[in-house]
């Protein structure tokens, strides 16, 4: 009598990422959107020097130079753009591969349910660390080339925050990778909602009008005065309070109070994500 077939071996974590990064990165869709938003630092430096001319724009003379282009950039994008790309990253793992039948593979596949999930999750991040850095580096040549290095500070000095103090060229580049990081964490948020949300349908566009209209409705709740108790517990308070990585001394309160709240929200998503993906069928 022959021996029982042995199980299936789980695939690698390497195998499982590496995978995941290549599904992710050879989409085209992915790239089209990081070029658009790659676009906008570049529109911004344009839009700056040609509307003051001589005085190379508002921003540069009142900020400093265009060392401060990225944290605008981010700024201004964070606002609907940047959850625009990740949700739809998010879209695309579950409901995107479910509308198109290859999700019931990976459920039947000895991957393992958490490891799927880590594995989505995982792709949504690259996307987001991929947009985040593409708007820095973008931000930081084109505020140089266009803008340039401010003519009112002294030697060593590298920006001129809104405060009016100078810093060097370290701790500049240090604030926007903490604006960089603090931008990430917020997406990480955003990602971990659209993959729960992801989890509980088979249309992509279901996810996208989902999440978004969410995130729109937040910012109309919360511009509302008597709706103020419910504020801090909105997703998108405190998404402006990357700006103040340009202040000195450093406030940090908005930074982290919406540091705190969207680890509670990706918490919870994660929570509902874990449990949907482990009960769904295959």
């Known amino acids: 009598m022959s021996a029982p077939p042995a199980p299936p071996r789980p695939v690698s974590w390497r195998r499982l990422l590496g995978a995941e990064l290549r599904w992710v990165l050879r989409r085209p869709r992915t790239w089209v959107m990081v ?3 790659g676009a906008v630092p570049v529109l911004m430096a344009v839009g700056l020097v040609l509307a003051d001319g001589p005085r190379r724009g508002l921003l540069s003379e009142v900020v400093g130079n265009g060392l401060t282009l990225p944290v605008a950039a981010l700024t201004l994008l964070m606002a ?3 959850p625009l790309v990740v949700t739809v990253a ?3 793992a579950i409901a995107g591969e479910a509308q198109h039948g290859t999700l019931r593979g990976l459920l039947l596949a ?3 349910r ?3 999930v880590a594995m989505k999750a995982f792709g949504v991040l690259v996307v987001a660390a991929v947009a985040v850095a593409v708007v820095c580096v973008v931000g930081l040549v084109a505020g140089w080339a266009l803008i340039g290095p401010p003519a009112v500070v002294g030697d ?3 920006l001129l925050t809104m405060s009016g103090s100078v810093l060097d060229l370290t701790s500049a580049v240090g604030r926007i990778a903490l604006v960089a990081l603090w931008t990430l964490g917020q997406l990480a948020a955003v990602g ?3 993959l729960a949300v992801s989890s509980f349908t088979e249309h992509p566009l279901v996810v996208l009008s989902s999440v978004l209209g969410g995130i729109i409705l937040s910012g109309v709740l919360g511009a509302i005065p008597a709706l ?3 504020r801090p517990f909105l997703l998108t308070d405190g998404w402006s309070a990357g700006v103040d990585v340009l202040r000195d001394p450093l406030p940090t309160a908005g930074l982290v109070s919406s540091t705190g709240l969207a680890a509670g929200w990706f918490a919870a998503a994660a929570l509902v994500l874990v449990s949907r993906m482990l009960r769904r069928d295959a």
Do not use: K, Y
Request: aromatic share 0%.
């Open 192 to 194: 971990a909602v659209a």
């Open 90 to 92: 998010a879209a695309d």
């Open 110 to 112: 000895p991957v393992g």
């Open 35 to 37: 070029a658009l938003l």
């Open 228 to 230: 103020e108790p419910i």
């Open 156 to 158: 060593g000095g590298a």
């Open 80 to 82: 609907l753009l940047l």
């Open 114 to 116: 958490l490891r799927l």
